[in-house]
């Protein structure tokens, strides 16, 4: 029985590297499940490999709980055996976890031996590398957090993408009271005050001085 080495990295995030070793004649699910196993991920979610290119083009696609549009579309991975797709010693597969909030992956075969250790339970996690970026689950909020979140659940929260901290609140509720550009505007209105001030300033005295001169 052969087993095949796959090195699974994140598309975005290179330093993240996982190698599991699997056998041959088990499924595409078999190494999606191992490949959330080792990033803490939740499996259950619809995910596809894609037979690839060497420049990770797109080819036919091994689906995990599609929807109802590409159900007759696709293979499912719980029916394809990894040793059906294997077509070259470096084979590679395009990944594609979760279509709800994706996170692609570049699957690449890189050894393939002969004969399985009969001391190990495959797939087995041969290396693991970095750790997996965190995945927020929608509506996976406390009631703390929708009472002080700044935006709707599922909505952008543009507060924590800024880096927003809590003690950050006194100083803009400051700002918000005073009206962030309240000292500008006071600013402005004595300049203007000031030059209308001046001007009619100089329209009195030149009242006073033709009133002398009568």
């Known amino acids: 029985m052969a087993i095949y080495k796959f090195r699974i990295t994140f ?3 290179d330093d993240v590297v996982r190698e599991i070793d699997i056998k041959s004649n088990q499924t ?3 190494l999606h499940k191992a490949i959330h196993k080792s990033t803490g991920y939740n499996a259950e979610k619809s995910s596809s490999f894609y037979v690839s290119t060497d420049n990770w083009l797109k080819g036919d696609e091994i689906a995990y709980l599609p929807n109802e549009r590409k159900k007759d ?3 499912l991975m719980e029916n394809s055996k990894l040793s059906g797709f294997i077509e070259d010693p470096h084979q590679k597969f395009y990944y594609i976890y979760n ?3 994706p996170f692609d992956f570049h699957v690449e075969l890189v050894k393939i031996v002969l004969d399985a250790d009969p ?3 495959y ?3 041969a290396k693991s590398s970095g750790d997996a970026p965190k995945i ?3 509506n996976a909020v406390t009631t ?3 009472e002080n979140a700044p935006v709707a659940v599922g909505e952008f929260d543009f507060l924590n993408e800024l880096n927003f901290v809590p003690e950050d609140t006194d100083e803009i509720e400051a700002m918000g009271e005073m009206g962030i550009n309240e000292k500008e505007r006071d600013d402005d209105e004595e300049s203007e005050d000031d030059e209308f001030g001046d001007e009619f300033s100089d329209s009195d005295n030149y009242d006073e001085n033709q009133k002398d001169d009568y």
Request: no cysteine; proline share 4%; net charge negative.
């Open 11 to 13: 598309e975005d995030f």
């Open 144 to 146: 703390d957090d929708v």
């Open 123 to 125: 797939p087995f996690l």
């Open 99 to 101: 279509f709800d909030r």
């Open 119 to 121: 001391s190990i339970e």
């Open 73 to 75: 579309r696709v293979v």
């Open 136 to 138: 927020f689950e929608k």
């Open 28 to 30: 595409f699910e078999d």
